[in-house]
């Protein structure tokens, strides 16, 4: 497809041509959506090249500051894209305990608030107390997004979702999870409710649970 070029751009850590390419996409028109896809594509392969020691992590995080900057870039565009500006209700979101990624689940945040939804980001490497001391804190929330990049962290989304079944609020907040490395199975084994392969699925879910069309 057309985007290949800023896939290839992003594997080739050419970030001046990654801009130039968002520019040219975004002056056809292209959704803001599928630019940002075709450069989480380029960020897979990347991936893909540092499990085989081709790259390093500081090679990942120069790649995660580019993707931030289009992020930024294509924010005012992504809440446009989303249409009425009224609040439909509340999602509380973070990377799950012992996972640092923030990129997918700020995009998340991103089109949940351009869509209407208070958002409450309880950012990185949430330890589980801090969740369930937000449900507590947000009672009008009804649903949590939780987000995983690390396979090393399943064991602690499983025991996120039992702190919160601890404190007795499961039944307040269906939670929804994602990430990389997260598959429906893995979302049902962890005790989860719904599994969003990205952040648009994300974003119908919580649509679906609020009632909104
Ligand atoms: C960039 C990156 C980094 C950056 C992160 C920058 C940042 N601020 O986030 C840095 C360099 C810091 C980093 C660090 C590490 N990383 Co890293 N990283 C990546 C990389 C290349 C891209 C991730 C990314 O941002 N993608 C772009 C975003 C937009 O995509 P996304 O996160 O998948 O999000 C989308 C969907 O998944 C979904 N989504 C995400 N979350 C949620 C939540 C909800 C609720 C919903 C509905 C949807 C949803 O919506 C998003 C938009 O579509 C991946 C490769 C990969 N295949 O993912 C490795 C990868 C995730 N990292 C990996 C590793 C190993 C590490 C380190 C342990 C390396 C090290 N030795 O230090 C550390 C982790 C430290 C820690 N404790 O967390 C491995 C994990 C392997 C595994 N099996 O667990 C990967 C897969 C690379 C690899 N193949 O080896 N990393």
């Known amino acids: 497809m057309e985007f290949s070029k ?41 991936g893909d090249r540092y499990k085989r020691e081709e790259i390093f992590v500081s090679d990942m995080m120069f790649a995660g500051e580019i993707m931030r900057n289009v992020m930024k870039k294509l924010k005012p565009i992504l809440v446009n894209e989303g249409g009425p500006k009224e609040v439909f209700g509340k999602v509380i979101i973070g990377t799950v305990k012992g996972d640092i990624h923030d990129l997918g689940k700020d995009l998340v945040v991103m089109i949940l608030r351009g869509n209407g939804f208070e958002v409450v980001d309880l950012g990185v490497d949430v330890p589980y107390e801090k969740v369930v001391e937000a449900i507590k804190s947000n009672p009008d929330s009804r649903i949590l997004g939780l987000s995983v990049l690390l396979t090393s962290v399943f064991q602690a989304t499983t025991m996120t979702v039992e702190a919160i079944k601890g404190a007795g609020l499961r039944d307040k907040v269906k939670i929804m999870v994602g990430g990389g490395p997260v598959t429906p199975k893995v979302a049902k084994e962890t005790g989860c409710d719904f599994f969003g392969e990205d952040a648009v699925t994300g974003l119908n879910y919580v649509r679906e649970v609020y009632g909104v069309p």
């Open 6 to 46: 800023l896939t290839e751009a992003v594997v080739a850590f050419d970030e001046n041509r990654i801009y130039t390419f968002v520019d040219e996409y975004l002056d056809q028109g292209m959704l803001a959506n599928h630019i940002l896809k075709a450069f989480r594509n380029g960020m897979s392969t990347l």
